[in-house]
């Protein structure tokens, strides 16, 4: 059985003087298993060729779908209409990135800014010998490292918290983590000294107020609460 | 002023061209003076509640608080040197604190409107905790002033009196209510800040955590609401002997 459904979109152009912010209604039948990034294809193709949205993978694993969704950060390609028992689904642009157009924001500069400042690589004291077996680390180590690999750089936690929506400068759960991510790796010769001058400001980890919107709303459902509270107290030992 | 001042707060870096370590010490004793302030509260509204067992446990209990076991008839000096030191962590634990609230028009609208679409328990409750907090920049503010300068007046008959007669009541219902939610929504911030009670899984740890807090804030307010309608019980039945004080039965019945 299908129904009629009806989705809402702010549509808004920054770079055309002319265009004014409004809400668009568009009403389509729902199709069995629809999300909603085939929800807004269909909107585009067949209602408003003007409207945009940004996607690549339509599996949850790129990050460029990311939009408000009856006031929750989520990927469109991961949300079923089907979730939405009245039918009626509102759509914003993530706050807190640039507003390219209508559902579409700039999260890529953004996240090279986060991790350009909080030095997101590797750094070893020794020169790599590529031609040497590398150095072993336990299972449980490498399980730490790699969970936290897992982030698609979506976005969902910066635009899901409070202190990042008030705070311009604050360096996002995804930038904490980004930095937990590498104070875990053995391979990385950094000590908490160096991480303090990447995060030891009200700015970085002392800004988080531990709201948690962040780990509630990561589609990837990285474990945020406990690696902030990590970095966290690590960096007030320093 | 030092050079080095200068020198940080113009490059940003100390003169080792280090980040400061102040933010860290800053966001620790935060938390500190939120924690015993928090410890402070928790025993300081069962002291209070003593008035549910009867006139002569609260009355028994000031004497005790004012040292009536060393000092004859007990000093109430000591119940305002205890109000001094936790003026001061108060208002330490406020100007830390402080710097957390939405300042600006434009921080207070992002912070409303992302809250009421995001229908999210936990950011709610750090609103509940900054507007508490407001309230008892002014509330804590009366009542510890209260405590510092008339330290004498408190007693089954004094604090009636001052709850009832003295219209205290109002300020009274609003500063409990405000100090109760706010205690609880602190410590369940502290034990997710710290990842104190982490354990084996965070995640049912974390809603663990909130229902015991939640639990607690509960019994908390149920006492604390039913001592004070206690005290409005005896302030009214008290009225017309107001500035009259408690004594013990045991005084009364040795003068007889
Ligand atoms: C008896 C009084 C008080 C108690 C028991 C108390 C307790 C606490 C606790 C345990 C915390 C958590 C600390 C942390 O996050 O590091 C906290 C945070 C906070 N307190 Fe208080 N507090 C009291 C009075 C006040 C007052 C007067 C203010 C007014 C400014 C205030 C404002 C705040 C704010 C805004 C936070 C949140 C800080 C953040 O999110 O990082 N508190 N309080
Ligand atoms: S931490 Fe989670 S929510 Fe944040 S950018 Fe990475 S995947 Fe997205
Ligand atoms: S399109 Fe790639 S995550 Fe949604």
Redesign the pocket.
């Known amino acids: 059985m299908s129904r009629e459904i009806t989705i809402t979109a702010l549509k808004y152009n920054p770079s055309d003087a002319d265009s004014q912010p409004t809400f668009e209604t568009y009403t389509l039948e729902e199709t069995p298993g629809m999300t909603l990034y085939i929800a807004l294809t269909k909107i585009k193709a067949t209602i408003d060729h003007d409207l945009s949205s940004d996607f690549v993978c339509r599996a949850g694993i790129c990050g460029a779908c990311g939009m408000v969704v009856n006031g929750k950060p989520s990927l469109a390609c991961k949300t079923l209409t089907s979730s939405f028992p009245e039918g009626k689904i509102d759509l914003l642009p993530l706050p807190t990135f640039p507003l390219i157009k209508d559902l579409s924001v700039d999260t890529g500069s953004w996240m090279q800014k986060m991790n350009i400042r909080v030095n997101s690589w590797i750094v070893a004291n020794e020169p790599t010998d590529i031609s040497k077996i590398e150095k072993r680390i336990s299972p449980d180590v490498a399980d730490e490292v790699f969970e936290l690999d897992r982030c698609i750089e979506c976005g969902l936690c910066v635009a899901s918290c409070s202190t990042s929506l008030m705070k311009e400068d604050f360096v996002g759960a995804v930038g904490l983590s980004r930095i937990a991510r590498f104070s875990i790796d053995p391979y990385d010769s950094r000590t908490d000294e160096d991480f303090y001058e990447l995060i030891g400001d009200d700015d970085g980890i002392f800004g988080c107020?531990?709201?948690l919107a962040c780990e509630d709303h990561c589609p990837k459902e990285l474990p945020l609460q406990t690696k902030i509270a990590y970095m966290r107290r690590k960096m007030v030992m320093v | 002023m030092s050079q080095n001042d200068i020198i940080e707060s113009i490059t940003g870096k100390t003169v080792q061209k280090k980040k400061s370590k102040i933010p860290a010490r800053l966001?620790?004793l935060?938390?500190?003076?939120?924690?015993?302030?928090?410890?402070?509260?928790v025993f300081h509204l069962i002291f209070e509640s003593s008035i549910l067992l009867g006139k002569e446990s609260m009355y028994s209990l000031t004497k005790m608080f004012e040292a009536d076991f060393i000092i004859e008839g007990g000093s109430p000096l000591i119940i305002s040197m205890l109000a001094i030191i936790?003026s001061i962590?108060?208002?330490f634990?406020?100007?830390?604190?402080?710097?957390?609230?939405p300042r600006s028009y434009r921080e207070h609208l992002r912070l409303k409107t992302h809250a009421k679409m995001l229908k999210h328990t936990d950011t709610n409750l750090?609103i509940l905790?900054?507007t508490?907090?407001?309230?008892?920049?002014f509330l804590?503010?009366i009542h510890l002033y209260t405590m510092m300068s008339q330290p004498q007046n408190i007693g089954p008959y004094a604090s009636s009196d001052r709850i009832y007669t003295d219209l205290m009541w109002a300020m009274y219902l609003l500063l409990l209510v405000s100090?109760v939610l706010?205690?609880g929504?602190?410590?369940y911030?502290?034990i997710i800040?710290w990842g104190i009670f982490d354990g084996k899984n965070p995640r049912r740890n974390r809603i663990l955590s909130k229902n015991i807090i939640k639990a607690v804030v509960v019994f908390y307010l149920f006492i604390g609401l039913y001592s004070l309608a206690t005290y409005m019980k005896i302030g009214y039945e008290h009225k017309d002997n107001y500035g009259e004080r408690y004594h013990s039965t045991s005084e009364v019945n040795h003068a007889s």
């Open positions: 107020m531990s709201l | 966001d620790l935060q938390s500190i003076s939120g924690l015993f302030l928090a410890l402070f509260i936790i962590l108060f208002v634990h406020a100007f830390l604190a402080m710097r957390k609230f750090w905790q900054i508490t907090g407001f309230m008892l920049f804590g503010a100090v706010h205690t929504a602190g410590v911030r502290l800040k």
